[in-house]
């Protein structure tokens, strides 16, 4: 992502907005006002989320390198919060998105002071945690996750096939845009552009699947006819990563007997 100052504030906002959502779990009231409020001092300082959610204040800061006195930076915040809404509870969290291991410190004890806040290293929640969702702002942010030890490309493929199948054209674009975005802080951008790459694929021109169209893949058609676009699907689904969905509909043949045949030829998407 290269230095956090050059990703426009309104990406911090709409990222800030997200983690909120799925990763801290923040139960966003009716009346949640986002708070646009420039701090100065010395130097101007802009959060890159602050707003009230019914009698608190939600401050989130999104990280991308280790800065050794951000401990300092949030608590500077954290009184500068308090100048304006004494009256609120303020919450702070520290959202750490980078490549290198998150080594900050959360807490100043010293003298008579007891401060801490709160930093998610986004590398400690799994992947999979996100991917289940239907909502594409979560699936977008699973690419900041723990893969377990899965084959990058793998997840990255399920990333996009599950981003395309839940959005138009234009959402599409959007969300590819973020997760292009996140992969530069994984070093997992050629894993996108190959995701991308075999996502549109426009499977009626892959050869195999013109042979299938050509023995006249249909409903009561000779069995060898049929086995014949079960292998063909197996492989466009394997080889291709594409959606069984999309598979199924394009070879005209029903899912639940695909599945059958994957599951007597031990097959495995």
Avoid: W
């Avoid at 292009?180 to 995701?195: D, I």
């Avoid at 991308?196 to 195999?208: A, N, R, S």
């Avoid at 029903?254 to 994957?262: A, C, I, N, Q, S």
């Amino acid at each position: 992502m290269g230095k956090k100052d050059v990703i426009s504030k309104e990406i911090l906002k709409n990222i800030a907005r997200d983690i909120s959502k799925h990763i801290l779990h923040i139960d966003i009231k009716e009346n949640m006002e986002i708070i646009n409020q420039e701090f100065t001092r010395v130097e101007s300082r802009e959060s890159d989320l602050l707003f009230q959610n019914g009698d608190e204040i939600v401050h989130i800061e999104i990280q991308n390198n280790n800065h050794k006195q951000m401990h300092l930076r949030m608590c500077r915040y954290y009184t500068d919060i308090l100048f304006l809404y004494e009256e609120y509870k303020v919450s702070q969290y520290m959202v750490y998105i980078g490549k290198n291991k998150c080594n900050m410190k959360s807490q100043i004890k010293r003298d008579k002071m007891n401060y801490s806040y709160d930093i998610i290293d986004m590398r400690d929640i799994a992947c999979e945690e996100l991917l289940e969702s239907n909502d594409p702002s979560a699936i977008a942010l699973s690419i900041l996750c723990d893969f377990k030890g899965q084959d990058k490309q793998t997840v990255i493929n399920k990333i996009l096939r599950k981003l395309r199948e839940l959005n138009d054209d234009n959402a599409f674009e959007k969300y590819l845009e973020i997760v292009t975005l996140y992969s530069t802080n994984r070093g997992l951008e050629e894993n996108v552009k190959k995701g991308v790459e075999m996502l549109t694929v426009d499977i009626e021109k892959i050869p195999f699947f013109q042979d299938g169209l050509r023995v006249g893949i249909q409903k009561g058609i000779e069995k060898g006819a049929k086995e014949t676009a079960f292998k063909n699907a197996v492989i466009m689904i394997r080889e291709f990563q594409l959606a069984i969905d999309d598979v199924v509909q394009k070879l005209n043949i029903k899912k639940e007997e695909l599945l059958e045949y994957m599951k007597n030829k031990k097959e495995e998407i």
